[in-house]
Nanobody, 123 residues
Framework: QVQLVESGGGLVQAGDSLRLSCAAS????????MGWFRQAVGKEREFVAG????????YYADSVKGRFTISRDNAKNTVYLQMNSLKPEDTAVYYC????????????????WGQGTQVTVSS
């Protein structure tokens, strides 16, 4: 079992940057592949980024590739999402997710998720 707590969201202008953090407690972060999903108002939750146990493999949605970077610090039990060149369409609640299977994270069938953090990008 792992508990996930996101932080770092906020209101920014288009073109700005934000870094989201996800702190894991319970079983250590290094036990789980992890990722970020987001859900905008009136839309389904969508995959943003995923990262393997070691951090050597990363995956991104086409919509954020080249602008967002996922990373992890297993010693700190924390996963990050660096978001640059933010656009109004990035506005959503961002959720940190985890599962014992990287495929489950990438497919959206993960077993663990946090409460979410709001990111709002104004034009």
């Amino acid at each position: 079992q792992v508990q996930l707590v996101e932080s770092g969201g906020g209101l920014v202008q288009a073109g700005d940057s934000l870094r989201l953090s996800c702190a894991a407690s319970g079983r250590t972060c290094s036990t789980y592949p992890m990722g970020w999903f987001r859900q905008a108002v009136g839309k389904e939750r969508e995959f943003v980024a995923g990262i393997s146990l070691s951090g050597s493999m990363t995956y991104y949605a086409d919509s954020v590739k080249g602008r967002f970077t996922i990373s992890r610090d297993n010693a700190k039990n924390t996963v990050y999402l660096q978001m640059n060149s933010l656009k109004p369409e990035d506005t959503a609640v961002y959720y940190c997710v985890a599962d014992t299977s990287l495929q489950a994270v990438l497919a959206g069938t993960y077993n663990y998720w946090g409460q979410g953090t709001q990111v709002t990008v104004s034009s």
